[in-house]
């Protein structure tokens, strides 16, 4: 411990917790910070110091700095967490639609894999159209292009997974 700076403390603590009251604009807030000067001034150990006053508000300035980091950093981390709980976004980063109930959520997971398994039973050539056209976003051309078939062979086969997964989903 620093003696001289402990002396100084008590010597200029009145004047340190105006500073500290202006700085913050909370005279709680004001308190806290003069415990945490009070805590480094016993527990540091300083080299020689030319102005003890200067140096102790020095060190108060730095810890009002400290906590209006440690604040804004919070602020932005409860930021991120509401807005990322309001898009949907669990902790883990998975997306839900948080106005689903659990019940709702479980029809649809089992609607998406019965519907993959009826994608999976469609014949080889309306499978693959379907699949590039609804699935990947392709046009008819460029799932024509892919497939080496015309337009109207892609609209063929389109139509005929879509009759399909119409009847396999209506069970």
């Given at each position: 411990?620093?003696?001289?700076?402990?002396?100084?403390?008590?010597?200029?603590?009145?004047?340190?917790?105006?500073?500290?009251?202006?700085?913050?604009?909370?005279?709680a807030e004001a308190e806290d910070v003069m415990q945490e000067l009070w805590i480094k001034v016993q527990e540091g150990e300083t080299g020689p110091v030319a102005n003890g006053r200067a140096y102790l508000f020095r060190m108060a300035h730095n810890l009002v700095l400290d906590r209006l980091r440690e604040q804004r950093r919070r602020g932005q981390r409860e930021s991120s967490w509401s807005i990322e709980r309001s898009a949907g976004v669990t902790s883990e980063?998975?997306?839900?639609?948080?106005?689903?109930?659990?019940?709702?959520?479980?029809?649809?997971q089992d609607d998406l894999a019965r519907l993959a398994v009826a994608i999976?039973?469609?014949?080889?050539?309306?499978?693959?159209?379907?699949?590039?056209?609804?699935?990947?976003?392709?046009?008819?051309?460029?799932?024509?292009?892919?497939?080496?078939?015309?337009?109207?062979?892609?609209e063929k086969h389109i139509a005929l997974a879509m009759q399909h997964l119409r009847i396999a989903l209506e069970d």
């Open positions: 411990m620093n003696a001289g700076l402990a002396r100084l403390y008590e010597q200029h603590r009145a004047e340190i917790l105006r500073f500290l009251k202006a700085r913050t604009g909370d005279a980063g998975d997306l839900v639609d948080p106005g689903q109930s659990t019940e709702s959520q479980l029809v649809l999976g039973n469609l014949p080889a050539g309306a499978q693959r159209a379907f699949t590039m056209h609804k699935l990947e976003g392709l046009s008819h051309g460029e799932v024509a292009a892919r497939l080496g078939i015309s337009r109207s062979g892609v």
